[in-house]
């Protein structure tokens, strides 16, 4: 160990905190000019503390799981008939899909539809809320030797939850559809309309850009669009509701405040955009 | 014998040295990377920082000089998802602004120096809004800066209680030694 007189010892310990505080800009300028570093260096500490995540998450799991228990016992009674409603109004729907599967099949057979090729995915068990005060993300927990690739496609069991930003070799992070950076292609299925899902870092997304002609109505369901070759079209994304302010916002289908598990998909598409280009809406669909 | 034993011995009082000197730093680093596991908020991460930062930097400055304040800021910049570099200049001029303060602060009754870590935690809310929107480009909207001055200011109490007790502990194996 070096030993310093004590004027200098006590000249650099007032010069350190100042000369830090100028390497933080220094840091901050870095970061802005070389998004890419910080990302390696954000995927390199993801990657090591993944493990550890999941070990953690274990008995979280149960525990979480433990109080959901203990309110489910508490009203299981209502449960129980909104079941049973519920059972009855989709017995109705399933006749009704069953017909239309048929009708369906006889319609491709006369038409030499080409059906989409079945999407490969792998599930991933969502290990750590790896968004800030400003972001909505989560983390992945991703076996060695699975190829995730930036730009994939992740749904929980109910709908589109978000898409892949950031992979490292044992972790991929995934923005969600709430983040405020999140800008999503969407149709609304009842008038085929074409809108922007904008996340606003709350809960429920905005609906954007959408034609005058055709404003969202209360209870349309929002779907994804091919446009811009991102995602395939027809992914379940939420119903629009109105907001306080009349402003369109979506329920999402999935449930992006408890993610356990996230599908992430490969559907083969490459329109991948720049994240700076995200935020713009695509002027004409790459495809 | 007892001369053998001494080494050993003088090792053993420069391990338990090492500990006790790596215990602030390390321990906020451990809250920190726990509070982003799934339990956690992630907003509480700076808040974590925050309240440790200030405790540490209040009662025990040597435990905490700015090059570990650095890092600990990095590991909050590198754990969340905004612009890095914000966590560090927050975390080093909370730092700065503490130390100005201990002189008085380290004689007051408990609440006085809560209400000082509200207004130092109210600077840092500030700040990182005011960066957020430089950096990004872009007006953040308020409710997240407002929410995790209010997760600092909760916070505060029961970390300041874990940590009086730590910081206790800690002097009486100094007086010990």
Sequence with gaps: ?287 | MGRRAHPLAGLMKRLDGWARAALPAGGTALAMVLATAPAGLPSAVPALLLCCLFFWTVFRPAALPPPLCFLLGLLQDLLGFAPIGTGILTALLAHGLALRLRRILARQSFWLVWMAFAGVAAGAALLGYGLHAVLGWRLPPAAPGIVQFLLSVGFYPPVAMLLTLLHRSMQRMEDLV
């Design chain 1, 1 to 287: 160990m070096i030993r310093l007189s004590i004027p200098l010892r006590q000249s650099l310990s007032r010069l350190s905190l100042p000369v830090l505080i100028a390497a933080a800009l220094g840091v901050m300028l870095l970061g802005q000019a070389d998004k890419g570093m910080v990302e390696r260096g954000r995927m390199a500490l993801a990657d090591t503390l993944a493990p550890a995540f999941s070990v953690i998450a274990e008995p979280m799991a149960a525990l979480r799981d433990l109080l959901g228990d203990m309110a489910e016992w508490r009203d299981i009674r209502a449960e129980n008939a909104r079941l049973r409603e519920e059972n009855d109004r989709l017995h109705r729907w399933q006749a009704a899909a069953l017909s239309l599967q048929s009708e369906n099949a006889l319609l491709r057979r006369q038409l030499g539809f080409l059906p989409d090729a079945p999407a490969s995915f792998h599930t991933a068990r969502v290990v750590a809320d790896a968004g800030g005060t400003y972001a909505r993300a989560v983390l992945l927990a991703v076996p060695p030797g699975v190829g995730l690739r930036k730009g994939q496609v992740a749904l929980d069991e109910r709908g589109l939850a978000g898409r892949v930003t950031d992979v490292g070799s044992r972790s991929a992070r995934v923005l969600l559809v709430t983040d405020m950076n999140s800008r999503i292609p969407v149709v609304l299925e009842g008038s085929r309309a074409r809108a922007i899902l904008a996340g606003t870092n709350g809960r429920l997304p905005r609906l954007e850009h959408y034609p005058a002609d055709a404003p969202p109505r209360q209870g349309d369901r929002v779907v994804t669009s091919a446009e811009a070759g991102v995602f395939p079209a027809g992914l379940p994304v939420g119903v629009v509701r109105h907001g306080a302010g009349g402003a369109p916002e979506v329920e999402l289908f999935a449930r992006l405040d408890r993610l356990d598990m996230l599908r992430i998909f490969d559907f083969g598409l490459s329109g991948i955009l720049p994240p700076e280009a995200v935020a713009r809406p695509e002027p004409r669909p790459r495809r």
